[in-house]
């Protein structure tokens, strides 16, 4: 597709159900990001896929979240037991260069997620 | 870890009016950009900018790396500019993550 896409687009859980949410990047691109968005708040980084490889989840807030990207391309994310505080809008960006190096992150619609 | 502040937070507009947002941060970066996030939540990439100016239509940024400050112009807003504006930087050398500022509502009235 043109874009970075996401979905479900809206997702409603009771607290204690496992949610996974997923992100198709844009073709080619070796860079996925992660973000979690508190309402009100600016975006804020979980996760770092260069092709398959993790190589920063230092943003993750527990062990609860977990994420993969087993083939380069498509990335799940992954919250086991939602709580309430995990209520927030998650975004994938995908980038076409390495984290730290010029170029610009393409972002997706995001994920709301309601934990109830 | 790096700090990004932007300024103001909340901005009111009457329709064609010109406004100037600023967003400081504290640590040399190499890679800045900014966004509007529309009233549905995207997040569009407006400006790559680590130095330098740009313009892109009624819409334009410069940022002065060695005073650690960005400002993104804005021209006979619309109504459509409506929405929050983020700067977000990654750091020099070691960037794996952008550090997004908490963000300008922007409020363009008819």
């Known amino acids: 597709g043109a874009g970075v896409s996401q979905s479900p687009r809206y997702k409603v859980a009771k607290r204690g159900q496992d949610v996974a949410l997923r992100c198709d990047p844009i073709s080619g691109h070796v860079s996925l990001f992660w973000y979690q968005q508190a309402l009100g708040q600016g975006p804020e980084f979980l996760t770092y896929?260069?092709?398959?490889?993790?190589?920063?989840k230092s943003g993750l807030p527990s062990d609860r979240f977990f994420a993969e990207r087993p083939e380069g391309s498509v990335s799940t994310l992954k919250i086991q037991r939602t709580q309430q505080e995990d209520s927030a809008v998650y975004l994938c960006?995908?980038?076409?260069?390495?984290?730290?190096?010029?170029?610009?992150?393409?972002f997706g619609p995001g994920t709301r997620l309601l934990v109830l | 870890g790096i700090q990004v502040e932007q300024s103001p937070p909340d901005l009111i507009l009457q329709e064609g009016a010109n406004s100037t947002l600023r967003c400081n941060f504290s640590d040399s970066v190499n890679n800045l950009q900014w966004f509007h996030q529309n009233p549905w939540g995207q997040l569009i990439n407006l400006f790559y900018i680590p130095s330098g100016t740009k313009q892109n239509g009624r819409l334009s940024a410069t940022t002065v790396a060695t005073e650690r400050y960005s400002l993104l112009y804005i021209s006979s807003s619309q109504t459509t500019d409506s929405g929050v504006y983020f700067c977000?930087?990654?750091?020099?050398?070691?960037?794996?993550?952008?550090?997004f500022g908490p963000g300008t509502r922007l409020s363009v009235l008819p």
């Open positions: 896929f260069q092709n398959e490889a993790q190589l920063d």
């Open positions: 977000a930087v990654e750091r020099d050398n070691y960037g794996q993550n952008f550090v």
């Open positions: 960006a995908s980038s076409l260069v390495l984290a730290g190096g010029p170029g610009t992150q393409y």
